[in-house]
């Protein structure tokens, strides 16, 4: 599979301010897109994924955006909170190949 | 409980000396790849396998090998290691490629070669 960019590698936010991360992918035909999560010291971890028939998904606080025209993902946190100071990565249709991920920095 | 199990956590060890960092998934999964992390280069593929006996180079498979005897086992060797190979190691691994399914990671190997 082709690899997966991001437009920022950090991004820095208030306390209960929201955050979005960005992602821009190459391959045209992916259906399959995954947001990972990566604590320091940690593996990533699952947090959404977003199939390519839908254009928004949404969790608990954090909903993924898909413009297929564009090729573009994104990751947006509402009332950012300092446990989601973390390193974000997307992947697409399984690929295991990954970037170099944004560094979200949540301000007190 | 499904997870992805690196060993050890951490190591130091001297230029030279062969290691292995093995990892094993009790998931069945049929993919399972290696990763280097150095600070501002994000997650780097080593080696991944799609199935048993089946191994493929990443990105950056220079002075690694693997093996993939069995579905549940990954180990990674280190044959002569040289300072550059510190890093924050993970394995990881998923059902399948290519597929709709997402990868589980293990906790981490943090090795230092002095």
């Known amino acids: 599979g082709e690899s997966v960019g991001l437009h920022l590698p950090t991004l820095s936010v208030q306390e209960g301010d929201n955050s979005i991360i960005n992602c821009a992918y190459s391959?045209?035909?992916?259906?399959?897109f995954i947001w990972y999560k990566q604590e320091s010291g940690k593996g990533p971890q699952f947090i959404i994924d977003?199939?390519?028939?839908?254009d928004k998904r949404q969790g608990q606080r954090v909903t993924v955006l898909l413009n297929k025209t564009v090729k573009h993902l994104s990751l947006q946190i509402a009332a950012t909170q300092p446990g989601d100071s973390a390193v974000y990565f997307c992947?697409?249709?399984?690929?295991?190949?990954f970037g170099a991920g944004t560094r979200l920095t949540v301000k007190p | 409980e499904a997870q992805v199990t690196q060993n050890p956590r951490y190591l130091i060890t001297v230029t030279g000396k062969k290691l292995t960092v093995t990892c094993s998934q009790n998931?069945?999964?049929?993919?399972m790849s290696w990763y280097r992390q150095d600070p501002g280069l994000g997650l780097r593929q080593i080696y991944y396998?799609?199935?048993?006996?089946?191994?493929d180079k990443g990105d950056v498979p220079e002075g690694y090998k693997v093996s993939r005897k069995e579905k549940r086992n990954f180990p990674l060797i280190l044959e002569s290691p040289s300072p550059n190979q510190t890093s924050l190691y993970f394995c990881?691994?998923?059902?399948?490629?290519?597929?709709?399914?997402?990868?589980?990671f293990g906790q981490g190997t943090r090795l230092t070669v002095v």
């Open positions: 992947a697409e249709n399984g690929d295991m190949r």
């Open positions: 396998s799609m199935n048993v006996e089946v191994t």
């Open positions: 391959n045209s035909a992916s259906d399959y």
């Open positions: 977003i199939r390519s028939n839908m």
């Open positions: 998931m069945n999964h049929e993919y």
């Open positions: 990881a691994s998923s059902l399948s490629t290519g597929g709709n399914t997402e990868a589980f």
